[in-house]
C-alpha cells in the first residue's frame, strides 16, 4: 500500500464480488474518490480491474485507488448440491473479500465493502475480525422506510440460526437500536418501539423458539411491541394491544431468512407494481386524460417508494458486532450504491457505536441472565 494512503480514509473494496463482474464496483468506487469520500484498495484481478480503472478514471483517481491482484477467486461448485460458502472460501484463502477484510484487520484500511455472496462475506468476517463483546453473534441490520419512520430489521441474512436463544434476539435489538439513532442522530431520551418478526400479532404464533422469545422480550425490553407481521412493517402500526409497549416497531428482530425472505419480497412486489401501473394505466381508463393523470400519479408513487427502498440511496448494510466497519452491498447494485456503501463505510462511527452497545449489553445482561423466559 502506498506511503500517502492513510489507513484512517481507505476502504478496502472486493472488486469481483457482482452479479456483473468488476465494471460496477470499479465504477462506483471511482465515484466515491471523485466526490471526496475516500481512498479505495480494490482487491481483485488485475487484469480485469486495471483496463476498466484506465478506462473510467483519471489521473486523480488512479492517485487514489490501489489495487491489490489476487488470481483466487469465490466459487460455489453448482455440480455440488452440498457444496456451501464455507466450503468454497476454505477452497480460496484468498479470495478478493477475504483479503479485503484482512486488509482491514491488519490496520490499512478503516473498513471494508463486499457486494458479493453473503456467506463468504460473514464468513470472512467472522475469521479475521475479533467480536465486540464476549458471547455476541454479530448480524447484518438493513434500513427500510416506511409511513411515519424507517424501521431497522436484524438479523437480515448473517446467520440463519434457529438454535439461537432469546437473549441473542435482545442483543440484535441492541445494536439494531444504536445503529439506528447514530443513522438519524437521535438522542438516547427518544424512545424506540422494538418488534418480534412473526406470523401473527398473538403471543401464541410461531416455532416454540419464537414463543420463547416472545416471552422473554416481553419480560426484559421495555419498549417491547410484541410480534409484527411482515405487512406491518411499511405502515408502522402500532403493536402493544397483548399488554406490551404501544408504538409501532422502529427496530424489528428477526430470524435471518424470514428477515431475508421479507426485504427481498418487497423489493420484488415494488418491482412488480411499477410494471404493473405502466402496462394498466391506459387499458383500464374511462379516457386518454384520466389515464395519463393516473398512471402519472401511480407512477410517481411507485418510484418514490422505489427510490426509497433502492441500493443507490442506502448503500449497503452494515455487519454489526465485530471489531471494524463492515458494509455488505446487494449483488445488482449499481455504481451509486456501490458509491454509496463505501460512503458508509467510511463514515461508520466505530467508536460511537462500541461505546453505545457495551454499557447497553452489561446492563441487559445484568438484568436480563440466560433465562429462556
Known sequence: MPESFNSRVTVALDAMGHDKGPKPLVQGAIGAVKNGITRIILVGNEEEVKPLLDKYGNRLTRSQIEILHTDDKFEIDKEKPDDNPIRAMRRSPNAPVMLAVQIVANGNAYAAVSAGDTGAAVYSAHKEFTVLEEGLRPAIASIVPGKKHPTVISDTGARPDPDAEPRHYVDRMIMAEAYYRMTLGLSDDIPLGVGLLNIGQEPYK?????????????????????????????????????????????????????????????????????????????RHAWSIMTAAAGAIINWRTIKKLKEELSYEKHGGSPFLGVDNPFIIAHGSSKPEAIEQAVLQARTFNMDEFRNRIGKTLEEARRQAPNDAA
Open 206 to 282: 410461531g416455532y416454540p423458539q419464537r414463543k420463547a422469545v416472545y416471552q422473554y422480550m416481553r419480560k426484559h425490553v421495555s419498549n417491547f411491541t410484541g410480534n409484527i407481521e411482515g405487512s406491518d412493517i411499511l405502515v408502522n402500526t402500532v403493536g402493544g394491544r397483548y399488554g406490551e409497549f404501544e408504538s409501532s416497531s422502529h427496530i424489528v428482530v428477526a430470524d435471518a431468512d424470514i428477515a431475508n425472505a421479507f426485504l427481498k419480497t418487497t423489493k420484488g412486489t415494488i418491482k412488480f407494481l411499477r410494471g404493473e401501473v405502466e402496462k394498466h394505466a391506459m
